[in-house]
């Protein structure tokens, strides 16, 4: 059985930096996506960032704060996150391919969430 386990969230001030973790098991994903998606309140899903063995994806609004990681040893996926905007606010969920495709989407995987609240 496939898991992905979020953790890393919480909350912090504007300006503050978080770091997400999420941890695979059951399977590898060598040459799928791995990805981070947010939920805001009141806001559809949106992608976040998105890594291969070779390529990475940011949404525009994180470009420049945000760094996505992975670590094909741990089968684990990093997100970190600098100068953190109160717009950020939402609940992080990672997720990943069944095999290769588009970054965004053929997302199979996901994990339950993780909440990151910014303050301002």
């Known amino acids: 059985q496939v898991q992905l386990v979020e953790s890393g969230g919480g909350l912090v001030q504007a300006g503050g930096s978080l770091r997400l973790s999420c941890a695979a098991s059951?399977?590898?994903?060598?040459?799928?996506?791995m990805g981070w998606f947010r939920q805001g309140p009141g806001k559809e899903r949106e992608i976040v960032a998105a890594?291969?063995?070779?390529?990475?994806y940011y949404t525009d609004s994180v470009k420049g704060r945000f760094t996505i990681s992975r670590d094909n040893a741990k089968n684990t996926v990093y997100l970190q996150m600098n100068s953190l905007k109160p717009e950020d606010t939402a609940v992080y969920y990672c997720?990943?391919?069944?095999?290769?495709?588009?970054?965004?989407?053929?997302?199979?995987?996901w994990g339950q969430g993780t909440q990151v609240t910014v303050s301002s």
């Open positions: 890594i291969n063995w070779s390529r990475t």
């Open positions: 059951g399977r590898t994903f060598g040459w799928s996506y």
């Open positions: 997720a990943a391919q069944s095999r290769p495709a588009n970054y965004l989407d053929g997302y199979d995987y």
